[in-house]
């Protein structure tokens, strides 16, 4: 069982930045592959960005170059930096655990992008 609480979300103005995190127990984090997801209102989930529990990393086209995901094992946390923040990056973000047979995620935290 994995636990997961997301932070750092909050309102922003276009350009800016925000760096979520997203603290994580109950398990052995460094066996999970990470992703943080997003859902924007009347909008499906989408990933934004993951990394494997060898650290390879994929981005969403539409965020690549801006965001950048990282892990720390030690803190159990996994972070999500963003950069040049859009309107259309509002959404609420999710963090996700995944391995085989496992899919854990958290609460979400809202991110709003408006000047």
């Known amino acids: 069982q994995v636990q997961l609480v997301e932070s750092g979300g909050g309102l922003v103005q276009p350009g800016g930045s925000l760096r979520l995190s997203c603290a994580a127990s109950?398990?052995?984090?460094?066996?999970?592959?990470m992703r943080w997801y997003r859902q924007a209102p009347g909008n499906e989930r989408e990933l934004v960005a993951a990394m494997a529990s060898g650290g390879r990393t994929n981005y969403a086209d539409s965020v690549k170059g801006r965001f950048t995901i990282s892990r720390d094992n030690a803190k159990n946390t996994v972070y999500l930096q963003m950069n040049s923040l859009k309107p259309e990056d509002t959404a609420v973000y999710y963090c996700n655990a995944f391995r085989v047979g496992a899919d854990y995620w958290g609460q979400g935290t809202q991110v709003t992008v408006s000047s």
């Open positions: 109950g398990s052995i984090f460094s066996a999970y592959a």
